[in-house]
């Protein structure tokens, strides 16, 4: 069964702390995503990747990074956290060619910044 | 660029009502469409997809129509359950594979017995 796992569920942080939200897909796809899912404002896509070691900036990018050092995992890391930044986080996957392949996604980070 | 503008909710729905979840879309090319659902807690779940126009993508009783003249995929369902209680998101993707999905904001759907 086709699986995007992200490392936690619930996280709470600490204005200026440096956060990182892991994810690990085991379907071998080479493109994963980021997103950042705020009520009233659908899904917001922060970073993705089509390969290892490669990254292409989303829609809001700032404040945030990405790392993928590894085909199955791609890390979010945020510099420096805000209290706007508390959000649900979700991670996703897809393979790599036509655009007629849905993204399979995780089961979201919800990350509250204090 | 590509977007998509769904219905702005909440919807409430009796059990057993007929359900519809508009949803349009601008893109250039032919994108291909795609529904999903997200149950309270949980991450999103792929419902259906449709890869060109006049496909008909269906699952667990849902049903959308790619309508390119019209720019639509609109999601309907003729009898829904409480069960279907979730926020269903409206999505789009360029041919190219390489391209993330543009979601709509997303209409939470709320069934009551």
């Known amino acids: 069964d086709v699986k995007v796992t992200q490392s936690s569920r619930y996280l709470v942080k600490r204005t200026g702390e440096k956060v990182f939200l892991e994810c690990v897909q085991d379907?071998?796809?080479?493109?994963m995503f980021w997103y950042r899912q705020d009520p009233g404002l659908g899904l917001r896509l922060i970073y993705f990747s089509y390969d290892v070691k490669m990254k292409e900036k989303g829609d809001i990018p700032e404040g945030y990074s990405v790392s993928r050092e590894k085909k199955e995992r791609f890390s979010l890391i945020l510099e420096s956290a805000s209290t706007n930044q508390t959000s649900m986080y979700l991670c996703?996957?897809?393979?790599?060619?036509?655009?007629?392949?849905?993204?399979?996604f995780g089961q979201g980070t919800r990350l509250t910044v204090v | 660029g590509n977007s998509v503008t769904q219905m702005e909710g909440p919807v409430t729905l009796s059990e057993e009502a007929f359900l519809t979840i508009n949803c349009t879309y601008t893109a250039t090319g032919y994108p291909s469409l795609f529904w999903y659902v997200q149950y309270p807690g949980e991450g999103l779940q792929l419902l259906l997809k449709?890869?060109?126009?006049?496909d008909k993508g269906s699952n667990k009783g849902f049903e959308a129509t790619y309508r390119k003249e019209t720019t639509s995929f609109h999601l309907e369902k003729g009898s829904v359950q409480v069960s279907d209680s979730a926020v269903y998101f409206c999505?789009?993707?360029?041919?190219?594979?390489?391209?993330?999905?543009?979601f709509g904001k997303g209409t939470r759907l709320s069934v009551i017995a």
């Open positions: 379907m071998d796809h080479e493109n």
């Open positions: 996703a996957s897809s393979p790599q060619g036509a655009g007629n392949t849905e993204a399979f």
């Open positions: 999505a789009l993707r360029s041919y190219s594979g390489n391209t993330p999905l543009v």
């Open positions: 449709a890869t060109k126009a006049d």
